[in-house]
């Protein structure tokens, strides 16, 4: 009966602050432990990647599973895998090949601290982690290995990399990209890893992921556009990286294509659709909504 209370209890909706942060402790604990007992460069670089962030690729994870009665337990490995995915991501994007930032989450990258070959090294181990830790899930074989697909289906060149892939030719092509592609692009650099998350609890739990899938895509998306209005008029100390390359650049973001204040109207706009594809779990849903509100509102 105790076990019984204290699941009840743990299943309980939290506050959105309070969910964020158990769901980053629990997503960093699951990547400590599987470094656990390494010592060397690279998992120190590894340690150093996924600290500091917000975890709200981790939150996605455990707040979608609690909604389908699954215990944050069972989902951490797949909170863990995701931002071992995320922090891996950024190491290389930071790198001078690609993005050539300096500063990410107000310190040093990796590549900056160490060298790059510690950068390249770290963010591979990262993304092997990640499939290390998401093959532990506490479900199914079958959604085990929905589990593991999706993943390597949204991390890759139809997913993220695609994205990335797709941003890096924008900066050498003849003309700007309209706002489709720029959509496209973002959908698969930013959005696609979100959508993973956000799907983690219905595929453990064997139940329909579109309502989540839709939330996560309006989710991504304003994600992005609110990334792109901080480049504009955010504080760089706050933001903890470098601002304004994007101008400085000339490429085409939803703010240089829409305009400031249209921009901030259609991330509201994202942000509403995201809660109405909620309007099937009620109330239980209201963290969730929460966390779509805080991702245009957050200054970092």
Partial sequence: MGFEISLQEELERKPFPEALSQAADLAIGQVLHGLGGLDGTVADAMRYAVVGGKGLRAFLAIESARLHGIAGAQAAPAAGAIEALHGYSLVHDDMPCMDDDAVRRGQPTVHAKWNEAI??????????????????????????????????????????????????????????????????????????????????????????????????????????????????????????????KDADAGKATFVSLLGLEPAKQQAHELIRAACDALDVYGADADTLRDAARFVIARKS
């Fill in 119 to 244: 950068a390249v090294l770290a963010g591979d181990a990262l993304q092997s982690l990640a499939f290390e830790l998401v093959a532990r899930t506490g479900c199914s074989d079958a959604a085990r290995l929905a589990l593991v697909s999706g993943l390597a289906h949204a991390a890759g060149v139809r997913g993220m990399v695609g994205g990335q892939a797709m941003d890096i030719a924008a900066e050498t092509a003849a003309s700007p990209l309209d706002l489709a592609q720029i959509t496209e692009l973002q959908g698969s650099k930013t959005g696609a890893l979100i959508g993973w998350a956000a799907t983690v609890g219905p595929i453990m739990a064997g139940d329909d992921p579109a309502p989540l899938r839709r939330y996560a895509q309006n989710l991504g998306l304003a994600f992005q556009i609110a990334d792109d209005i901080l480049d504009i008029e955010g504080d760089a100390a706050t933001v903890g990286k470098a601002l304004g």
